[in-house]
């Protein structure tokens, strides 16, 4: 069996008049999970009784009948399930069993709470319309079903609730003095911007439009020096909420995360207040709007970002994952942040679930917004706590209030992950309002092989068929009359060498092959390629790792000549990232890792009676020293030395040289050859302040991005598997 929203009929044989009856619903079979119960009395008749609570309905999954004197048929008992007569909107299946259970699981939860005309939070507990379980599940109701009609009547309630100074209660209808935060007030713009762009009805946004800046006013009131702050509880609201029941461990009451994630809701809040503003021709109001989320995004940032370790507010997944999603993080730190995020939820979470009810929607819309498919799918696919699975593996038929099963086994605090198979495994995206315009870009993880998905739209329906098939993705796209869709290929074009060669394992000569899973075995394997490619003997050959960037041995000494020929061994390899922040694979961890094996105080003495020139004051933060390959970043004039004499040069941003001496008296200064102007010699003091930006950096690992145009003699790319490599990147 599974959880219902029903009214029960019972047939019982003859019994005593007055024979007391209980039936007992539960959601699961323990003393907690007995939430309600019916009494009926027996009135003797010889055809025995037919018994139908009309007034009241129940949520459960099991019925428990006690004081029967003699025990009905299983034809006896009937179930009258209730739900609103809204249609089936949407279909989704795909190669993996579990990723159906899971939107199964949800899709059927959805119908469960939405009845009366609204949707609640439980069916059996409080039964009550609050907005921030409205607001974390909108989009994937919306989606799968068609609830116009629900949400019209839902908001027509919220426009009531409203107070004459913009103040908002957490529910409508029947406002009670109920938890929640912003979040759940922000219910009265997001709902209305949703609907009109899943349905293209914009009644709602015209009716309550004014009522928005009422609530943002109140907003206003409680804000201090740009960002909002605790309001009072009223008789009609309580409780200030961040996220709310997320994951055992993460604490939701930090005073910081609250903050972060409510000012961040109310960006997103006035994100779609613009859209809304837009569509209805308020021209001074699109300005106005834009420009106060522009604001706040900057003070959440000036606020809560931590430089020092590139993390937000309290350190939590949302509290990463929310700016990133509302375009707090500035464009030059979102790769930091998202390369932080990203290894903390490894590292911290084992790549589990780290959300709660506001942040699972905002997780499932970051990585759909990111192109982020596989950072979804592997918290999805664990089974044990927290996650759906663990709901899946213990019986659960609907979703849960807590991650571990507290209280109720019926609850909308989780189910806003349902857009995601949608949207990014199906790829089907709104761009304008009722899908007149959309967008199809299957994103997929690494476990899927083929999905099909299926959305009605007011133009008809949108179907998405695809089916990886060797080195191809096959597609059957439709899309009904009326409408446009932008389709972006998964797959790219697969035709190029390289991919060829790599997806046949037919390398040939010239490309190699390695596999890595752990950022540990990452590290072992830059170093192991390092000296199969520069033919070092051994990790620990420190003779032949200077050589391999042109140094020479002069007695006992390792030297670093200014001229032809060693000065370009500097580019005999190179070590290549897409990413610059990422843990592990980025430029900076990969530098770090070469300068400390080969560059420490440690390696003076390289071996076999050669040493190298002790740096006595390094340059910059990332302790650069003589024999350090260096990269300049700023394009610059400056005075260098050939043959002795000084010559008016130019060093260009991106120009790779060596350190090639260490001047000391006089402020201590490092000498840099770069391999485009062999012999000539350019000098950098070592007191960089803590303040200012180094003009070096080491360049053991470059970008992708830096090193275009280069010709280098051996590239050493280093790649997550997890994400989709474009032609674009291996060229």
Not at 105 to 110: G, I, M, N, Q, S
Not at 196 to 222: C, I, P
Not at 415 to 431: H, R, V
Not at 706 to 724: N, P, Y
């Amino acid at each position: 069996g599974r959880s219902i929203l029903a009214q029960m009929e019972y047939r019982f044989p003859k019994a005593a008049a007055g024979n007391r009856i209980t039936a007992f619903y539960a959601d699961r079979i323990r003393e907690e999970g007995i939430l309600e119960n019916d009494i009926f009395l027996a009135s003797g008749r010889e055809g025995g009784d037919c018994f139908r609570n009309r007034f009241c309905h129940h949520a459960f999954r099991y019925v428990i009948l006690t004081g029967c004197e003699n025990e009905p048929g299983a034809g006896d008992i009937t179930a009258y399930t209730l739900h609103p007569d809204f249609s089936d909107a949407s279909s989704f299946s795909c190669s993996d069993k579990d990723m159906n259970d899971i939107h199964d699981l949800v899709k059927y939860t959805l119908s469960v709470l939405t009845f009366s005309g609204y949707q609640v939070d439980c069916p059996h507990i409080e039964r009550l319309g609050y907005g921030g379980d409205g607001n974390s599940s909108t989009m994937t109701t919306q989606t799968m079903f068609d609830a116009a009609p629900i949400y019209y009547n839902w908001l027509n309630a919220w426009g009531d609730v409203i107070r004459p100074d913009g103040s908002l209660p957490h529910t409508a209808p029947s406002p009670v003095s109920a938890g929640g935060g912003p979040y759940w007030c922000g219910f009265i713009i997001m709902a209305p911007y949703r609907t009109l762009l899943n349905y293209g009805d914009s009644r709602m946004a015209e009716r309550l439009y004014d009522k928005m800046h009422l609530w943002l006013s109140y907003v206003d009131k409680y804000s201090v020096d740009g960002l909002l702050k605790r309001w009072p509880d009223t008789d009609y609201r309580g409780w200030y909420l961040g996220d709310w029941i997320a994951p055992d461990g993460i604490d939701v009451t930090d005073s910081l995360s609250i903050d972060i994630v409510n000012n961040c809701s109310l960006s997103q809040n006035l994100a779609a207040l613009k859209e809304l503003a837009v569509f209805l021709d308020r021209e001074d109001d699109v300005r106005a709007i834009d420009e106060r989320r522009k604001s706040l995004n900057s003070t959440i940032h000036r606020t809560f970002f931590h430089p020092e370790d590139s993390t937000y507010a309290s350190r939590s997944e949302l509290d990463m994952l929310y700016p990133l999603l509302v375009g707090a993080v500035p464009d030059s730190l979102y790769e930091a942040v998202r390369g932080k995020m990203m290894q903390r939820s490894s590292d911290i979470y084992g790549n589990h679930i780290a959300e709660g009810l506001v942040g699972i929607p905002v997780l499932a819309d970051w990585a759909v917004k990111d192109n982020c498919p596989d950072f979804v799918y592997q918290k999805l696919k664990q089974r044990d706590c927290p996650g759906y699975l663990y709901m899946i593996d213990n019986d659960g038929t609907t979703t849960w209030e807590y991650w571990n099963g507290n209280r109720s086994y019926i609850h909308n605090c989780f189910n806003g992950i349902g857009s995601w198979f949608y949207q990014a495994i199906g790829g089907i995206l709104p761009e304008e309002p009722g899908y007149r315009t959309f967008s199809i870009n299957p994103q997929i993880p690494s476990g899927i092989t083929s999905a099909d998905v299926t959305k009605e739209t007011p133009y008809g329906t949108v179907e998405v068929h695809w089916k990886i098939d060797g080195k191809r993705i096959r597609y059957e796209i439709s899309v009904p009359v009326g409408a446009t869709a932008r389709f972006t290929d998964a797959s790219g074009d697969l035709d190029d060498d390289v991919f060829i060669q790599l997806e046949g394992n037919n390398l040939g000569t010239h490309l190699k092959f390695k596999r890595w899973d752990t950022q540990d075995e990452l590290q072992q394997k830059i170093i192991e390629t390092i000296v199969e490619e520069t033919g070092m003997n051994g990790r620990d050959d420190l003779v032949g790792f200077n050589q391999s960037l042109g140094g020479e041995v002069n007695g006992v000494w390792m030297n670093f000549p200014k001229s032809l020929p060693s000065v370009l061994k500097i580019e005999n390899w190179q070590i290549l990232s897409p990413f610059r922040n990422a843990p592990g694979l980025g430029t900076l961890s990969i530098n770090r890792l070469i300068h400390d094996k080969y560059r420490s105080r440690d390696h003076l003495d390289l071996g076999n009676g050669v040493r190298i020139q002790k740096t006595r004051h390094p340059y910059g933060a990332e302790s650069i020293g003589y024999g350090d390959k260096v990269i300049n970043i700023r394009n610059q004039g400056k005075t260098g030395r050939r043959d002795g004499r000084n010559v008016d040069g130019y060093v260009a941003n991106g120009e790779v040289g060596i350190v090639n001496l260490f001047w000391q008296g006089g402020g201590d200064q490092h000498v840099v050859t770069f391999s485009s102007q062999p012999g000539v010699q350019y000098a950098w003091y070592s007191n960089v302040s803590d303040e200012s930006t180094p003009d070096l950096e080491l360049a053991y690992a470059l970008t992708v991005h830096k090193a275009q145009g280069s010709e280098f003699e051996k590239a050493i790319l280093v790649l997550d598997g997890t994400k989709r490599v474009s032609k674009e990147l291996l060229y």
